[in-house]
């Protein structure tokens, strides 16, 4: 038992990481403190220890913030289970749900010195050699980052700032740019790599090929200002098809106006379809009103998009995914069914007149 007593707190620090160092320095003064009261036997009257009121008080204050006034707290073992958890297929998948299941189930009632080793854990995962397990939830991962750092504000800037300013020096070209997920979640860490850092990151993007750009999930760095501009540019200088990938893939703001464009180029029924798919649905949530304008007027003025058989569907995908724009836009989703219902000969329940949407608007 006195061996056990005597290695509590080093297990607390070290095994288990429940307390901080500055927290284990202020126990283990306690504890000496308190070993001398509780053996009195061992000393002689003249050097028996009588703690000052103030002392005893200043004990009994660390140990209620150091312990005592927490609930059950998670240590070492979360690390263990965040990770199975992230692996995990029932893991959250969207921003907003990571970032309230993160803090109900681990930041709420972890102590600092798991979200400091939470921290350095996330931002190494993608990089260590088991860093291919993470490369499917690379999103998740990051959200996750992004949730501490939001949650646990000056934790996360007191480890993550000098770790990320050496760290990424030792990681090779092969695995670099796998930054750029993280980029795009905490645009923060751009500004703390070093500038050879970043260099060596601008420099293979500027050689990066479609499907390396796709691999690395490149153009989540978007989120940073300095590389906003050199990032359009290169998806600008990308063909046709190449561009189409992306904005498949990694469907963001900044591509819509580009997509559309393709989108309103349709040479035949088939492409209007594909484009439809693989354009108009991924970005309708970055849609603004003049956006839905152009691409009415796109099937309003492509023959091959208007009569194409699944422009109707798409069209009602499109209304469904706006509901934020339909105030707005009410009128020109109006004026859109009107038109194509003229083209039918007026007969407002024809396929091609829109009637799925025309109903929503309210219209008989």
């Not at 700032?161 to 750029?180: I, Q, S, W």
Request: glycine share 4%; proline share 5%.
């Amino acid at each position: 038992m006195q061996a056990i007593e005597r290695e509590l707190l080093n297990t607390a620090r070290v095994n288990l990481q429940l307390v901080t160092q500055h927290e284990f320095d202020v126990l283990k003064r306690t504890q000496d403190d308190r070993n001398l009261c509780a053996h009195p036997a061992f000393v002689t009257e003249d050097e028996l220890f009588q703690p000052a009121p103030d002392l005893v008080r200043s004990h009994l204050v660390h140990a209620l913030q150091c312990l005592l006034v927490h609930a059950p707290l998670q240590g070492k073992s979360a690390l263990n289970r965040i990770r199975v958890d992230i692996l995990s297929p029932s893991y959250p998948v969207t921003r907003d749900s990571i970032g309230t299941y993160v803090a109900a189930k681990y930041l709420n009632r972890a102590k600092d010195a798991l979200v400091s080793n939470l921290v350095k854990v996330l931002l190494k995962a993608l990089f260590l050699p088991d860093g291919q397990d993470f490369l499917p939830k690379r999103r998740q991962l990051a959200w996750t980052l992004s949730e501490v750092a939001t949650s646990k504000t000056v934790i996360y800037e007191e480890v993550a700032r000098p770790m990320v300013a050496t760290y990424f020096e030792g990681v090779d070209d092969a695995n670099l740019l796998h930054l750029c997920v993280y980029l795009g979640a905490e645009p923060r860490i751009w500004t703390w790599l070093s500038e050879p850092v970043r260099m060596r990151v601008t420099r293979l993007l500027e050689n990066a090929d479609v499907a390396t750009l796709k691999l690395f999930m490149a153009f989540d760095a978007f989120a940073v200002p300095d590389l906003a501009d050199f990032l359009l540019a290169k998806f600008s200088g990308l063909e046709q098809d190449g561009q189409v990938a992306l904005i498949s893939d990694a469907p963001r703001k900044e591509f819509v106006s580009t997509a559309i464009t393709i989108y309103s180029s349709a040479t035949s029924a088939r492409q209007a379809e594909q484009y439809g798919q693989a354009l108009i649905v991924p970005l309708a949530s970055f849609f603004t009103v003049e956006d839905v304008t152009r691409t009415l007027d796109a099937v309003l003025g492509n023959s091959q998009i208007s009569y194409a058989t699944g422009s109707p569907d798409l069209m009602l995908e499109l209304f469904r995914l706006t509901p934020g724009l339909i105030d707005q836009s009410r009128p020109i989703w109006q004026g859109f069914v009107d038109a194509m219902t003229v083209r039918n000969e007026g007969k407002a329940d024809a396929r091609y007149s829109y009637p799925e949407i025309r109903a929503r608007l309210g219209n008989p």
